[in-house]
């Protein structure tokens, strides 16, 4: 939530959770926090779902390089006494576009120090390496190790 935003937070329509890369510098919403804002957001995985209609499969996406964290790129910014983050998109590379067209901007080591040093000329998280296979649909409330464990169904 931007902190210029001046209703309450039920009036905050604007779907924020994510910003495609291309554009956050020039959008209202995040044009502050990609100046003043940049945030490392840390990640065991992260999911995908594939289908054009119910039921949907799930689809965990985790590290398959030498780290088993996974570092998105992410924008934070304070709406009165609320702390919130974007976390920032980029077109799919080969590792993921089979699946799906958008993946979190995935930072290694130099340009984790890059991004929250300033940098925006970069080909942020374009190298990342990620691997991914199908798991048992869920629910919101669904908790448990099930969840990130491969599904051949």
């Not at 209609?53 to 709406?79: C, M, V, Y």
């Not at 984790?112 to 300033?118: H, Q």
């Not at 798991?135 to 990130?148: C, H, K, P, S, T």
């Amino acid at each position: 939530i931007p902190s210029w935003h001046r209703g309450e937070l039920r009036d905050w329509k604007a779907a924020t959770i994510n910003a495609r890369i291309e554009e956050a510098a020039d959008k209202p919403s995040f044009r502050d926090p990609w100046r003043n804002g940049r945030c490392l957001i840390p990640a065991g995985g992260y999911y995908e779902w594939t289908g054009d209609r119910s039921p949907k499969q799930p689809h965990l996406f985790q590290a398959a390089g030498n780290e088993d964290t996974l570092w998105f790129a992410g924008l934070i910014s304070q709406w009165r006494d609320l702390l919130t983050c974007t976390i920032l998109t980029r077109a799919a590379n080969d590792s993921v576009e089979p699946i799906h067209d958008r993946m979190p901007v995935i930072l290694d080591t130099d340009e984790r120090e890059a991004w929250l040093g300033g940098a925006d000329d970069l080909p942020f998280g374009a190298g990342a390496r990620v691997r991914h296979h199908p798991v048992r649909r869920f629910g919101i409330a669904d908790e448990g190790e099930e969840l990130v464990e491969p599904f051949h169904g």
